[in-house]
């Protein structure tokens, strides 16, 4: 399969492990308006259209108990959003795509 082309969502997601992804039922392709979808809506209007940032990092309250029940689901699948945020922050969204292109 070929690596999707995404942004670096808010939460840290790598839209490369999304489960609906690898089986082709992807409902946003790794786009801003998948966002809004399914279980990723709630992190993304608190996110970015309550708070007006770019990353989940950036929060005073972060990790809050939304974000932590959110990072252990995708834990599961083996994407862990802890770390993504933290390369994120250390490194930034264009180094964290690179490191995740193969």
């Given at each position: ?31 801003y ?37 959110f ?18 922050k ?13």
């Amino acid at each position: 399969m070929k690596n999707l082309d995404f942004f670096v969502p808010p939460c840290g997601v790598d839209c490369n492990k999304c489960p609906r992804y690898k089986k082709g039922k992807s409902p946003c392709d790794g786009f801003y308006e998948g966002c809004t979808k399914r279980k990723c809506k709630g992190i993304y209007v608190c996110c970015v259209e309550k708070k007006g940032l770019r990353f989940c990092y950036e929060c005073k309250s972060y990790p809050c108990s939304r974000y932590k029940k959110f990072a252990d689901s995708w834990k599961k699948i083996g994407d862990d959003l802890l770390e993504n945020q933290k390369y994120i922050k250390d490194n930034g969204a264009e180094e964290f795509i690179k490191s995740r292109k193969i």
